[in-house]
């Protein structure tokens, strides 16, 4: 009876079975009819019919139809893209779930890539002591990266392109060992290990086509390097058995990601044929730097003060960081040097300053730095900045004050009119900068721009510098009984001449009006110096200074200003400066 009772109830359970995969697969055969039905139906989908369904913020801003056209491959493709836009930061659980999935088959292809496309880069910066510096081996290793984070830029220019940037986090085990070779012929396999990294990937889709899959080309750039650390490792050995070989080895490696794939340079892969020069890295401009002091700084010495020196630049490249001279001893120094920096991307690079204490042979230390965005300037006119020292540009936490660095800044975009007067490069007619700008631009202008460097070079800015120094308000008092006896003295920093007002008697709001007419050999060098003394019968006392470069007297010709005082409580100088021209050549 029991085997009767089972067998039926066998029987039951299987045709149950039997009819629910029936019912099943009927099921699923019909939804595949309707998907084939509703994939035919947007097929055959007009302009009118997808505005009707989809509400016009689906659309991207560079999607654009006539009102008889069908709903082709390129708008197809183009509102794929803003879909996928739009949701994948819902998603990226999704899709870093994907990457880890296939990332040993992207581990696989791209490690070779990597390799071949960065071992020039490494031989290019290689240090002097090293004769032979490549890879052994080199895999991504089985940790993929995590993305935290995405936006999309559309561009506004003129329409066509998309840029997206990638948020990544990477903390991974890659297997990556350089075979070092010394001078000295000894070979040491060194291994980069334990690399930490997070940055935001920019991917640029551009120019935008009308054929699938939407663009002709992509770009892709490290945009922003927030962290990355890593440690090295002889296999079998010891770092320090050759000295400083470990920081010569994390500059260059550091230099070489800077130089090969960090924002504003890109790699461009072409999509469909097509000429994609104009996506690659192109000089767009000069940037001239007057580096003319700092104030107040940190004392990094125990004993007497720092030695400063200033180091610049736009891009942190070892052959693009310019190096000012060290000023011994002085906690507001005074530099007045020039120099020169090839933009490329002006809408987002900026120019660094980071001051440093010479430390004589052993490792400087840093005092302060600070940065302009290079899009804050206006093309064609010079600007006049105090910068706020700060320990870090990447950390706003710091209030301790470091003092402030004095910069003027000029920035020249390639093809500019020359219809403005450059104080770093004058000329009777045209600077020799801006005909290399009216020639041309890119490469051959960055050439030429080398010939119109030593041309600057031996042009010599003379002039007359008439300086009429009219008063002083609010000075401190310098005497016992509240009062002071001021007068100025005026040099002129590079000739070393001098000359001195007259004094006032028990005065606080001294009024001179005196001029004084120096002849200036080299105005683009040489600076106005003003300093404040308080007359005493048996000397004088120090009451305060006033620096001035000579660049705003010689682009406006003359101007009227007052100026604070430096080293006093209170106090400022009234001035009249005029320019009166004599520009003459070096014999060659």
């Not at 994948?88 to 581990?107: A, E, G, Q, R």
């Not at 960065?118 to 990266?145: C, H, N």
């Not at 010599?460 to 000075?475: F, K, M, Q």
């Not at 002129?492 to 001029?515: A, F, G, H, I």
Request: charged share 25%.
């Amino acid at each position: 009876m029991a085997f009767i009772f089972g067998l039926v109830i066998g029987l039951v359970i299987g045709l149950a079975l039997i009819v629910g995969f029936v019912r099943m697969e009927n099921a699923r055969s019909k939804l595949r009819s309707e998907l084939a039905a509703t994939i035919a139906a947007f097929a055959r989908m007009t302009v009118a019919d997808s505005r009707k369904l989809l509400p016009p913020d689906v659309y991207p801003s560079w999607v654009v139809f006539s009102h008889r056209q069908k709903l082709s491959s390129l708008s197809l493709s183009h509102s794929l893209f803003h879909y996928i836009y739009m949701n994948i930061n819902v998603n990226l659980t999704w899709l870093n779930h994907h990457l880890t999935k296939i990332w040993p088959y992207v581990d696989e292809a791209a490690s070779e890539l990597i390799k071949t496309s960065v071992e020039p880069i490494l031989e290019q910066y290689r240090p002097f002591v090293l004769s032979s510096l490549k890879f052994s081996k080199f895999t991504l290793g089985t940790v993929a990266p995590q993305f935290t984070g995405v936006s999309i830029i559309e561009d506004g220019s003129n329409g066509d392109g998309v840029t997206m940037e990638l948020e990544m986090q990477w903390d991974a085990n890659s297997s990556i060992i350089l075979a070092v070779k010394t001078r000295f012929g000894v070979a040491l396999p060194v291994q980069v290990k334990n690399i930490g990294f997070t940055g935001v990937f920019r991917l640029i889709f551009k120019p935008l086509v009308d054929e699938f899959p939407g663009f002709g080309a992509v770009s892709y750039s490290l945009r922003e390097k927030k962290k990355l650390d890593f440690t090295l490792k002889v296999v079998g050995g010891d770092m320090s058995t050759i000295p400083g070989l470990s920081d010569a080895l994390q500059e260059t490696i550091h230099d070489a990601v800077e130089d090969s794939i960090t924002w504003p340079v890109r790699k461009v892969i072409p999509i469909l044929p097509g000429d994609y020069s104009g996506l690659e890295l192109k000089p767009v401009g000069i940037l001239e730097v007057k580096l003319v002091q700092a104030k107040d700084l940190s004392n990094k010495d125990i004993i007497g003060k720092s030695d400063p020196y200033a180091e610049l630049f736009v891009r942190p490249i070892r052959d693009r960081i310019k190096k000012s001279k060290v000023i011994s001893n002085d906690l507001n120094p005074i530099w007045n040097e020039h120099f020169e920096f090839v933009v490329e991307d002006a809408s987002t690079q900026h120019l660094v300053v980071r001051i440093y204490d010479d430390e004589g042979l052993q490792a400087s230390q840093l005092i302060g730095c600070a940065q302009v965005r290079l899009n804050e300037l206006e093309p064609g006119k010079v600007k006049d900045v105090w910068l706020k020292l700060v320990k870090d540009l990447e950390v706003q936490r710091d209030t301790k004050y470091r003092g402030k660095v004095h910069l003027e800044l000029l920035y020249i975009p390639f093809g500019m009119e020359n219809g403005f007067t450059n104080p770093f490069a004058p000329n009777s007619s045209m600077t020799s900068l801006e005909k290399v700008f009216k020639s041309g631009n890119g490469t051959e202008a960055i050439d030429k721009e080398k010939a119109a460097t030593q041309k600057r070079k031996e042009v010599i800015i003379r002039g007359v510098l008439a300086v009429t120094v009219i008063s002083a308000e609010n000075l401190p008092a310098a005497d016992l009984m509240g009062k002071a006896d001021p007068f100025v003295v005026l040099t002129m920093k590079k000739s070393e001449n001098k000359n001195k007002t007259r004094v006032v008697n028990d005065c606080l709001n001294p009024v001179w009006n005196q001029t004084f007419d120096f002849v200036v050999e080299d105005g683009l060098h040489d600076m106005l110096i003003l300093e404040l003394y308080d007359h005493d019968t048996f000397g004088k006392d120090y009451m305060g200074r006033c620096i001035l470069t000579l660049t705003r007297v010689i682009l406006e010709g003359e101007y009227k200003d007052s100026f604070e005082l430096d080293g006093t409580p209170s106090g400022k100088i009234n001035l009249h400066l005029k320019w009166m021209p004599q520009p003459i050549y070096r014999d060659s």
